[in-house]
Nanobody
Framework: VQLQASGGGLVQAGGSLRLSCAASGRTFSCYVMGWFRQAPGKEREFVASISWSGGNSYYADSVKGRFTISRDNAKNTVYLQMNSLKPEDTAVYYC????????????WGQGTQVTVSS
């Protein structure tokens, strides 16, 4: 599956952005979808994930209550709504796909830059 992330940009602290990740190739609904991020000088970290049906979602403690992950299987797209953004949210954000029968994410998008100014 090929993944294309978009929607990043520059925003002031307290602002909002919505990231999108469009998938093509294999059946989108066969994958758990996730968002990860990597800040300069730091390791990539988990942000959020959503089950194939959209019925279950999980968040890193650092974004819980501020970010919302969702998916539209008819459009082969997963979203990350980011509200109340903080400077520490600045990072390159990546979407990823995990086959239902695996524990690792096999497919990754190219990343989109999110910069939050104070």
């Amino acid at each position: 599956v090929q993944l294309q992330a978009s929607g990043g940009g520059l925003v002031q602290a307290g602002g909002s952005l919505r990231l999108s990740c469009a998938a093509s190739g294999r059946t989108f609904s066969c994958y758990v979808m996730g968002w990860f991020r990597q800040a300069p000088g730091k390791e990539r970290e988990f942000v959020a994930s959503i089950s194939w049906s959209g019925g279950n979602s999980y968040y890193a403690d650092s974004v819980k209550g501020r970010f919302t992950i969702s998916r539209d299987n008819a459009k082969n797209t997963v979203y990350l709504q980011m509200n109340s953004l903080k400077p520490e949210d600045t990072a390159v954000y990546y979407c990823a796909a995990r086959p239902l029968n695996k524990i690792q994410y096999d497919y990754w998008g190219q990343g989109t830059q999110v910069t939050v100014s104070s």
